[in-house]
């Protein structure tokens, strides 16, 4: 048997002549594998001349020769590795349901699995990249990387990531789970978002148990609800949705922080709880140091001092803590000398209204010291 390309046209040769020796026909049907001496990939469309010959008589074509694309054929079963040109309507994929998976160095590094049905997010699948242990098994469930099989030592271990919640997502990190319905863990380790629409935000040992809550930093817990896929990363809190609704923070001791009630705002800062911008007569935090100002800020023949201060202006619904600096003076010659309280001002004294007012408890008060400091921290409802 001898193979000839030839051009589209059919008038020339484009390779030279292949003789096969010895091949098999069935039914008129023969396979054989053959080299052209250059890339059928990139080839334009051609046309195979067939020949054949027995005993050593001299060859004689079958029939017309077969025009074939060759490029056209290998895209449908290969995928270039420099890169190919797509039409519409073409994929890498199954068309069955069956995951698809990804390996690198013959390891699992992505698991796609179609999900849902045409009338419940049918076009949602859940998506599992990283470690081969990772597990995406819910509607829309996504893990992004991470985990582990084997620990620092390569020992086998269970540092796994999971997203077991419809639409939950785990970012990264290890052996971190997202167990209810839009729940995230964005990373760190052994952390739980078991609450509906919960958060952790990284670190270790977190729960967000509650629904809506956030728990972050280390071993903040906020105790889930009553139901049997609540989870049990603390005891519950007695009713359905856990502490819902509260930010937890915990610093990097230890023991757990755990969260006493829903909506809560809690932290724990053993370093204590500071705020950017403080300084004398502050303008932009809420805790500074206020200075009495003869002339400026004083009123009542000098004897009160009127915060200024953009959020508290206007504001009579703050709740201020005020401490004077020097303490409270009883003997010395420095006012003030005894107690000092804050109140809103309506203008009396010829204190500026709508402010609030640094004042002396006494009857009879002192005229201020000037460049007499208070500390203030204040909260607006």
Not at 31 to 54: I, N, Y
Not at 96 to 113: E, H, R, Y
Not at 189 to 210: D, F, K, L, P
Request: charge should be negative; hydrophobic fraction near 35%.
């Amino acid at each position: 048997m001898r193979l000839t390309l030839i051009n589209d046209e059919g008038t020339q040769s484009v390779s030279q002549p292949l003789t096969l020796h010895n091949v098999a026909v069935k039914d008129g049907e023969f396979s054989a594998e053959v080299d052209f001496g250059f890339d059928l990939s990139t080839a334009p469309p051609m046309k195979l001349k067939t020949e054949v010959s027995q005993a050593d008589s001299v060859f004689e074509a079958l029939g017309e020769p077969t025009r074939f694309d060759a490029k056209a054929a290998l895209a449908g079963v290969c995928w270039d590795t420099e890169g190919n040109v797509l039409q519409d309507g073409e994929f890498i994929g199954s068309t069955n349901n069956v995951p698809l998976k990804l390996k690198a160095n013959n390891s699992v590094i992505g698991i796609f699995t179609s999900r849902g049905t045409p009338t419940t997010f049918g076009d949602a699948p859940s998506v599992a990249l990283g470690s081969s242990a990772n597990e995406a098994t819910a509607l829309g469930a996504t893990v992004s990387g991470g985990g582990a099989t084997r620990d620092g030592m390569g020992g086998f271990a269970a540092f796994e990531n999971r997203a077991t919640g419809i639409f939950s997502t785990v970012s990264g990190g290890m052996n971190n789970d997202a167990t209810n319905s839009m729940a995230t863990v964005s990373g760190g380790t052994s952390n739980i978002a078991s609450g509906t629409r919960s958060t952790v935000g990284g670190g270790e040992g977190n729960c967000a148990g509650g629904d809506y809550s956030w728990a972050g930093g280390r071993n903040a817990k906020i105790r889930p609800g009553n139901g049997a896929s609540d989870g049990t990363c603390v005891a519950n809190s007695g009713d359905t949705d856990g502490d819902n609704g509260t930010y937890l923070w915990a610093d990097d001791q230890f023991g757990n922080f755990t969260s006493t009630g829903p909506r809560q705002f809690a932290i724990r800062a053993s370093g204590g709880l500071r705020w950017g911008g403080t300084g004398v007569n502050s303008t932009t935090s809420p805790a500074f140091t206020h200075q009495a100002i003869v002339g400026t800020n004083t009123c009542d023949a000098n004897t009160r001092t009127v915060i200024d201060h953009p959020i508290l202006n206007g504001n009579p619904n703050a709740v201020i803590v005020m401490t004077p600096n020097f303490g409270d003076q009883t003997t010395g010659t420095a006012p003030p000398r005894g107690a000092m309280g804050v109140y809103y001002s309506n203008g009396a004294g010829g204190c500026v209204a709508n402010r609030w007012v640094i004042y002396q408890l006494a009857v009879t008060a002192e005229t201020l010291n000037p460049g007499v400091k208070f500390n203030v921290w204040f909260v607006v409802p």
